[in-house]
């Protein structure tokens, strides 16, 4: 029997040729417990947030040209802040295209841990999944257990199962800058849909749980059993 983390990899499975029903959900989970806000400060400014290594894949060069393009817009400029949180081999040239192009509302706060990581997530309302290429995005669950809204990438796999677009947040095009600048001016035009989609979130993601997997694996072992 195949255990599948969620909808692509049960998709993948198949497309070498597995018959469905050896295939066995245990969902790809972190401890929303961990992650869980009951109430969202009151929104003053949009925070907004990118929680990842800092390498190409991961995508944060087209946040950060999303954010150039919006900033031409003085109110977006002044009434949002982009916390970018990670390391990695391209931070150095990030940081220099934030200073080159003057973007005040983005800062880089280096990596965090588990521990420290949960208090942005409480405070921010959006997180951004840029990535190029993601199997799944964690960082996704994390985010929704913390009632944030979300944009993803349409190459992550997490955006398949957990992002309903207009409930949640919204999938924009891979590697396409300009089309989450679209996605985020959405969101950030429309301060009650933010929190909406915050609690939407934390809906969804209470679906995705511990006791989900364990109800997955018994069934693949009960299947094993037989044979």
Do not use: H
């Not at 942005?120 to 840029?130: D, F, M, R, T, V």
């Not at 913390?146 to 309903?164: C, E, F, H, Q, T």
């Amino acid at each position: 029997c195949y255990l599948s983390i969620g909808s692509e990899n049960a998709k993948a499975y198949k497309t070498y040729g597995i018959n469905k029903k050896k295939i066995y959900q245990v969902p790809y989970v972190v401890d929303n417990n961990f992650f869980f806000i009951k109430k969202k400060n009151k929104i003053k400014k949009l925070k907004i947030l990118f929680t990842g290594k800092l390498i190409y894949r991961k995508g944060c060069d087209i946040l950060l040209n999303s954010v150039n393009l919006l900033n031409k817009n003085s109110n977006f400029k002044k009434n949002t802040e982009i916390l970018i949180i990670g390391d990695g081999v391209l931070k150095n040239k990030l940081i220099q295209f934030k200073k080159k192009n003057n973007l005040t509302n983005v800062k880089f706060l280096g990596f965090k841990n588990q521990n420290s990581i949960k208090r942005y997530y409480k405070k921010s309302n959006l997180l951004i999944i840029p990535s190029r290429k993601d199997n799944w995005g964690l960082a996704m669950n994390e985010a929704m257990a913390a009632k944030n809204a979300i944009i993803s990438s349409n190459s992550v796999g997490a955006a398949r199962d957990l992002l309903r677009n207009n409930y949640n947040g919204y999938t924009f095009k891979n590697d396409d800058y300009k089309n989450l600048a679209k996605k985020i001016y959405k969101i950030y035009n429309n301060k009650k849909k933010i929190a909406k989609f915050g609690d939407n979130s934390s809906k969804i993601i209470s679906n995705w749980t511990f006791d989900e997997c364990y109800i997955g694996l018994n069934k693949a072992i009960k299947f094993a059993l037989k044979k």
